[in-house]
Each structure stands twice: as structure tokens, then as C-alpha cells.
């Protein structure tokens, strides 16, 4: 399974008049940790779209467990339990550092697409050389 675990700090403008993190900044904490699992495996969005693919997202989903507050250190962990084909199914859970607390947790589906026809289509053979060890 590939796996992968990032942190980043809570900052003023992520959060809201209750003083809560945003529920909507959940969606780019997710993208956080999907990006840096990538670039853990030799994999950049930049990359993939210089190759002539996209990767759109075809549902998401959150449930929060508590809130997130202001200066909080969040560990963002991101796996892959399978091999994406053409779908790529990534579970997140988000952490609070300090207080050892599940934030949230969730899912995001995401398409290959190529970018020339805009269809969906099997992961590209670089991006599968990239992460298929997790998976042997």
C-alpha cells in the first residue's frame, strides 16, 4: 500500500468566525497531502500534466470527527490501497499534532484523463512504474 504523512500549520486565514478551521480548507489540506505523497514517489501534478494528463476529481468526501483551530499542527496521512486503473481511490485522515485528536477523515476519486481528448483512460506507464513497488 503506499502511504505517506505530511504536517502543515493551521494559519489565521483558514479559519472562520467561530475560530474553527474552515470546513472547506479540508478539501486543499486533502490536496496537500495527495501532492506530497506524490512527490514522495518521484511525481508531480506538473509532471503528469506535461505528459498530456489530467486528473479531475469525481467525488470527495469528508466526515469530521472535531475541529481544527488557529497555529494547530495537523498531520494530513494519505494511502492507496490499490492501483489506480483508471480511477484513483485516496483515503485521508487529518490529526491534530498537539492534542492527538482525528480531525477528520475521508476520500477522494480522482480520473486519468488524457488531456488531448478530455476522456478518461488508464494511468499513464510513468506514473505506474512510480508506485507500482507498493503493489507487487
Same mark, same amino acid.
Given at each position: 500500500?503506499?502511504?505517506?504523512?505530511?504536517?502543515?500549520?493551521?494559519?489565521?486565514?483558514?479559519?472562520? *468566525?467561530? &475560530?474553527?478551521?474552515?470546513?472547506?480548507?479540508?478539501?486543499?489540506?486533502?490536496?496537500?497531502? %495527495?501532492?506530497?505523497?506524490? &512527490? !514522495?514517489?518521484?511525481?508531480?501534478?506538473? *509532471? =503528469?500534466?506535461?505528459?498530456?494528463?489530467?486528473? #479531475?476529481?469525481?467525488? +470527495?468526501? =469528508?466526515?469530521?470527527?472535531?475541529?481544527?483551530?488557529?497555529?494547530? /499542527?495537523?498531520?494530513?496521512?494519505?494511502? !492507496? /490501497?490499490?492501483? #489506480? !486503473?483508471?480511477?484513483? $481511490?485516496? *483515503? $485521508?485522515?487529518?490529526?491534530?499534532? @498537539? %492534542?492527538?485528536?482525528? +480531525?477528520?477523515?475521508?476520500? +477522494?476519486?480522482? +480520473?486519468?484523463?488524457?488531456? @488531448?481528448?478530455?476522456?478518461?483512460?488508464? #494511468? #499513464?506507464?510513468?506514473? =505506474?512504474? !512510480? =508506485?507500482?513497488?507498493?503493489?507487487?
Amino acid at each position: 500500500m503506499m502511504k505517506g504523512k505530511t504536517t502543515l500549520r493551521v494559519r489565521y486565514a483558514d479559519t472562520d *468566525q467561530m &475560530r474553527f478551521v474552515y470546513n472547506g480548507k479540508f478539501f486543499e489540506y486533502f490536496e496537500v497531502g %495527495r501532492s506530497e505523497l506524490l &512527490r !514522495a514517489n518521484g511525481l508531480t501534478y506538473k *509532471q =503528469i500534466e506535461e505528459n498530456g494528463y489530467y486528473m #479531475p476529481v469525481r467525488e +470527495i468526501k =469528508i466526515e469530521f470527527k472535531t475541529a481544527a483551530f488557529y497555529d494547530e /499542527e495537523l498531520e494530513i496521512e494519505t494511502w !492507496a /490501497e490499490k492501483l #489506480p !486503473a483508471p480511477l484513483m $481511490h485516496l *483515503q $485521508h485522515r487529518v490529526r491534530s499534532v @498537539e %492534542r492527538d485528536v482525528i +480531525i477528520c477523515e475521508g476520500y +477522494i476519486d480522482l +480520473i486519468f484523463v488524457r488531456a @488531448e481528448t478530455g476522456r478518461a483512460c488508464k #494511468p #499513464p506507464e510513468f506514473f =505506474i512504474n !512510480a =508506485i507500482k513497488e507498493y503493489y507487487d
